[in-house]
């Protein structure tokens, strides 16, 4: 079982960037894919990216293309969560989540990491 801690987030005007960490443990994660998410105050969690760890292919949720980048370090079994040009309908507790390629995603959320831009 994949253990996963987030980090990274913080308050940020708009405009502004962060980098999400989501630092992975426990067991190899060859053939996996990892993903991030979000839940803002009284909304459904929802789907911002994911990456596959074996080759780098990335996709994103529409709101996410062309200001987040998902990128991993295979070396410290670690993925990125670069935010640019931040807005404040970004707020939301940021979670990553992984699974074998093809599967459903763990039914185990960590504690996520909260990210807040001011307007």
């Known amino acids: 079982q994949v253990q996963l801690v987030e980090s990274g987030g913080g308050f940020m005007q708009a405009g502004g960037s962060l980098r999400l960490a989501c630092a992975a443990s426990?067991?190899?994660?060859?053939?996996?894919?990892m993903g991030w998410f979000r839940q803002a105050p009284g909304k459904e969690r929802e789907f911002v990216a994911r990456?596959?760890?074996?080759?780098?292919?990335?996709y994103y949720a529409d709101f996410a293309k062309g200001r987040f980048t998902i990128s991993r370090d295979n070396a410290n079994n670690t993925v990125y969560l670069q935010m640019n040009n931040l807005k404040p309908e970004d707020t939301a507790v940021y979670y990553c989540?992984?699974?074998?390629?093809?599967?459903?995603?763990?039914?185990?959320w960590g504690q996520g990491t909260q990210v807040t831009v001011s307007s």
């Open positions: 426990g067991r190899t994660l060859s053939g996996y894919v």
């Open positions: 990456i596959s760890w074996s080759d780098g292919i990335a």
């Open positions: 989540n992984s699974g074998p390629a093809g599967s459903p995603w763990s039914p185990n």
